[in-house]
Nanobody, 116 residues
Framework: QVQLVESGGGLVQPGGSLRLSCAVS????????MGWYRQAPGKQRELVAS???????NYADSAKGRFAISRDNAKNTVYLQMNMLKPEDTAIYYC??????????WGQGTQVTVSS
């Protein structure tokens, strides 16, 4: 059974930081590209950051310079360090594991709220 379990969300003030984690089980983690997506109320889910099995990273323009994605293959975990958070970063953040366009898995999501 494949499981992706996100943690680390919560309420933070503007300018603050959070570190999201996604613990993965049931797949050969090191072979999967991993991504963080988010969905704000009334909006479509969008890619925030991704990291390939080889460690190459990609970021949405809104995340560049503020967020950092990383992975620990020994722990089957992917992280998203989020700094300088803004109210517009408020969303549910989802972890994604992708082997191919037809073989992909999602976590349940973790809420991030940026508010004073």
């Amino acid at each position: 059974q494949v499981q992706l379990v996100e943690s680390g969300g919560g309420l933070v003030q503007p300018g603050g930081s959070l570190r999201l984690s996604c613990a993965v089980s049931g797949i050969t983690f090191k072979r999967y590209a991993m991504g963080w997506y988010r969905q704000a109320p009334g909006k479509q889910r969008e890619l925030v950051a991704s990291i390939t099995s080889g460690g190459s990273t990609n970021y949405a323009d809104s995340a560049k310079g503020r967020f950092a994605i990383s992975r620990d293959n020994a722990k089957n975990t992917v992280y998203l360090q989020m700094n300088m958070l803004k109210p517009e970063d408020t969303a549910i953040y989802y972890c994604n594991a992708r082997f191919s366009t037809t073989l992909t898995y999602w976590g349940q999501g973790t809420q991030v709220t940026v508010s004073s």
